[in-house]
């Protein structure tokens, strides 16, 4: 057996995970697993900015910061939790500046800030300066900063192996096993503590703004150790994908001024949300998409608008929005300096995942109990802070805060305490008998019409829209698909650098994620935030103002489902309106 | 919107090189039908979940940000997943880059590449008390460095280099533009360390100007004349 101990091990590489490395990389002995080069994580891809109520540019509060994402998330949020996510930003945002991310500046040499969506001044009055930034391209900046930063302080990766399973023993999590993919042995990493930070499942869709590597596999991971997913049901779909390929194209440009046209070239934006216009939150966008769309407004009657950018000038464009103009230049030929670029809602961020408390720590039912050892932090988690619709930019603070809070609270509270766990017997045996289970099929069907065919059910039903109609039958073919993949037969049967396998294991891990999201979709008989049933078009607080947990059963396409209640300090669910 | 989405029937080469069964390296010539409006990267995927699973490459973002897929096609260093079938024709060759230990078919290995970059030591150097808000920096200052943050470390330009090829334990291009975006950072006191571990035998010297990397970078960074930057930078000092 391969075996390595360490304090801490963090699976994933992207801005929390490496966040939480930084907080730990002094005094203990942690490693990073990651199933990329870490500077292929897809934070890297994020790029309109990262939110922090430095009041730079104009008044700001973080009081008004939380009250928008408290209100951005439809009241589902744990306003505890929003409390921490914006009063930390601030100082967060000044750790990345001192570790040299470099931030667009104001004249005055501060950090530039500008306009986001749902972000706004004194409880709702109208846009502010709130999102800093590194031109289109902040993810980036974040992702390179931290990974420079893990360099200076010598931080042990283990690139290229992918996680396959969690180890917990008498309630603790003790250690995880991965596959090095260079060669397929198994290693089992042995440890006091673990953070998840693996991110999303975005690949699920069809239609999506992730990476291909983006498969939710923390979560499915612990979803098969017994751990429940919240809120599944509430996966965001950001209005503006690239249209057909799903590649986003930020809210900065909105943020920047531009506009949202249909066929006959009108800003209906305004006429649903006349203060925010098209900066009214990610969730109510994608929804006036839909709406245009379906009543015939979509240009040449098809399934996608416009965005326009041409009138803020090619000074601006090239300052501010170089990246995102160039994706519509390389992927449709449109120039966006005269033209107005195709665009439709792409599958873009969960905003459920592996429960948290506000340390970071994975809590594992009704009454928040943490499991010792374990963290998650960043998409993979729920704290909850996004609630049932995230603010743009609130991604990158998740990160840095949270990922933050985890290592600071491994670092302070639980290692001066904690023991190494016990490893369970034969602690590969789970991810042995998956591996050698598809590696020695040799009869049956191929991955390729399964993922197909889950990206195009999840788009159909478990999108923008859903009805029960749709979520039944959504479930109906998950657990057709979950047979079948049951069954899958690989075409390459190597060892050496297998992405046949690590794709087929990631799409298992994405049935395991799509479960969870359509049976929480099918309970929650309401609509909030990104979960809009027209045959429940309202929001219930009544019966629904509560957290999913979503368990694994026995019988597939059947988690038990069991709530927990929605923390509230400050701010009294109310309608929204922008 | 410009582009021809129809469909037609191309040509990929692909050297292949599957170690448990061959020791040499061949190519094999799959046909496939493409729109013009895909990528290479979803030709490659095509291939490998219609056709042959083995074909082995990375891949992550998709849209030419995370630098996964940096290979050789049709004899130059390009994201599989920033070329459009379009602008390929019909017949197209795919090979590992150049100047790498190849793993398996595309897939090279990279950790000889962040090692060279390590040594550059990219990262912010400053020892002085960070203030209790941000340094300040002035965008004029900003933009000095603008241009090579950009690199998101694919290895496009390092594998492209005839220099690199002719002599591995050379740094490459890659690993000085990592350097040049700290020694031209306001904010960075670390410029005279890497200038020194850059005018060593290994260090910016062995660049003999001839573009390759600037051709080959899909971030449109201007690379040689970054190096040069550095290179002025040692002789004259930092401006």
């Known amino acids: 057996m391969n075996y390595h101990k360490f304090d801490v091990v963090i699976v994933g590489s992207g801005g929390a995970g490496l966040m939480s490395a930084m907080q730990l990389a002094h005094n203990s002995s942690i490693a990073v697993i990651s199933k990329l080069y870490p500077t292929r994580s897809h934070t890297g891809a994020a790029q309109g900015g990262v939110a922090a109520a430095l009041g730079n540019q104009e008044e700001d509060h973080w009081q008004w910061h939380m009250f928008d994402t408290v209100k951005g998330g439809d009241y589902l949020v744990d306003q505890d939790a929003g409390a921490v996510l914006t009063q930390e930003a601030i100082d967060a945002v000044y750790d990345l500046e001192h570790w040299g991310l470099p931030f667009n500046r104001t004249p005055d040499g501060k950090i530039d800030q500008r306009r986001f969506g749902g972000h706004s001044r004194n409880f709702g009055e109208g846009p502010v300066r709130r999102s800093c930034y590194a031109a289109d391209r902040t993810g980036h900046m974040i992702l390179q900063t931290m990974f420079q930063q893990s360099v200076k302080n010598q931080v042990h990766f283990f690139n290229e192996y992918m996680m396959l399973d969690l180890l917990v023993n008498n309630g603790q999590a003790v250690g995880v096993v991965a596959m090095n993919l260079r060669d397929g042995e198994l290693h089992v990493f042995h440890a006091k503590a673990l953070v998840l930070a693996t991110g999303g499942y975005g690949r699920a869709w069809r239609i999506t703004s992730n990476a291909l590597a983006c498969t939710g596999d923390g979560m499915a991971v612990a979803y098969r150790r017994g751990i429940p997913l919240e809120d599944m049901e509430m996966y965001q779909f950001h209005p503006t994908g690239l249209y057909k390929v799903g590649i986003l194209l930020s809210e900065a440009a909105r943020g920047e001024g531009a506009y949202l046209l249909n066929k006959d070239g009108e800003r209906f934006c305004i006429r649903y949300a006349p203060t925010m216009q098209e900066l009214a939150p990610r969730d109510m966008v994608s929804r006036f998409i839909y709406q245009e769309i379906a009543e015939g407004r979509g240009i040449d009657g098809k399934d996608y608008v416009y965005l326009s950018v041409a009138h803020l000038g090619k000074q601006k464009i090239d300052e501010k929005l170089p990246d995102i103009t160039d994706f519509a230049r390389n992927y449709l030929g449109v120039e966006p300096y005269y033209e107005p670029v195709p665009i439709q809602p792409t599958a873009h961020y969960a905003m459920g995942g592996i429960p948290t408390n506000i340390e970071g720590q994975v809590v594992i039912d009704e009454q928040s109990t943490p499991m010792p050892g374990l963290y998650a932090a960043g998409e993979v988690a729920c704290v909850s802070v996004h609630g049932a619709n995230r603010l743009g930019t609130n991604s990158l603070v998740d990160l840095i805060v949270f990922g933050r809070r985890a290592g600071k609270h491994i670092a302070q509270k639980w290692l001066p305490e904690a023991e190494f766990g016990e490893l369970p017997g034969d602690p590969e045996s789970r991810a042995r008998e998956q591996v050698e289970g598809l590696l020695s099929r040799t009869e049956g069907e191929t991955q390729d019409a399964i993922r197909q065919e889950l990206r195009d059910m999840m788009m159909e039903r478990v999108g923008v829209i859903r009805d029960d109609a749709g979520l039944t039958a959504a479930m109906n073919k998950l657990v057709e698909l979950k047979e079948r993949y049951a069954k899958v037969r690989l075409m390459d049967h190597s060892k050496t650098f297998n992405t046949e396998l690590m794709e087929v294991i990631e799409l298992g891990n994405l049935l395991d994620c799509s479960e969870a999201t359509i049976a929480g979709a099918q309970a929650r008989k309401e609509s909030r935030g990104a979960h809009y049933r027209p045959d429940y078009e309202k929001r219930d607080d009544v019966n629904f103002l509560k957290h999913t947990l979503a368990y694994q059963s026995e019988r597939v396409g059947a988690p038990d489902l069991r709530y927990k209640p929605v923390v509230i300090t400050e701010f009294q669910p109310k309608e929204r309106k922008y | ?239």
């Open chain 2, 1 to 239: 919107m410009a582009g021809d989405s129809s469909k037609r029937r191309v040509q990929i080469k692909v050297k292949r090189f599957q170690p448990d069964q061959r020791a040499e390296a061949y190519w094999q010539e799959f046909s496939l039908e493409v729109e013009g409006t895909d990528r290479l990267l979803d030709a490659l995927n095509k291939i490998k979940w219609t056709q042959d699973g083995s074909l082995t490459f990375r891949r992550s973002c998709a849209h030419g940000v995370c630098g996964s897929d940096a290979m050789r096609v049709n004899g130059r260093n390009r994201l599989a997943c920033k070329l459009l079938m379009n602008d390929l024709g019909a017949r197209i060759s795919v090979e590992p880059m150049l100047g790498f230990p190849v793993v398996r078919d595309l897939v090279v290995d990279m950790d000889p590449f962040f090692h060279k970059y390590e040594k550059v030591k990219p990262y912010l150097i400053n020892e002085e008390p960070a203030p209790r808000t941000e340094r300040l920096q002035s965008p004029e200052e900003r933009a000095r460095f603008d241009e090579t943050t950009k690199c998101i470390l694919c290895g496009a330009c390092t594998g492209s280099c005839p220099s690199v090829w002719a002599n591995p334990e050379w740094v490459g291009p890659a690993s000085i533009v990592n350097a040049h975006r700290f020694i031209f950072d306001s904010r960075d006191r670390g410029a005279a360390e890497r200038l020194n571990i850059l005018s060593d035998r290994n260090g910016v010297w062995r660049c003999r100007t001839i573009f390759n990397c600037t051709d080959a970078c899909p971030r449109g960074i201007h690379v040689t004349d970054a190096i040069e930057e550095v290179k002025r930078a040692i002789m004259y000092g930092v401006e």
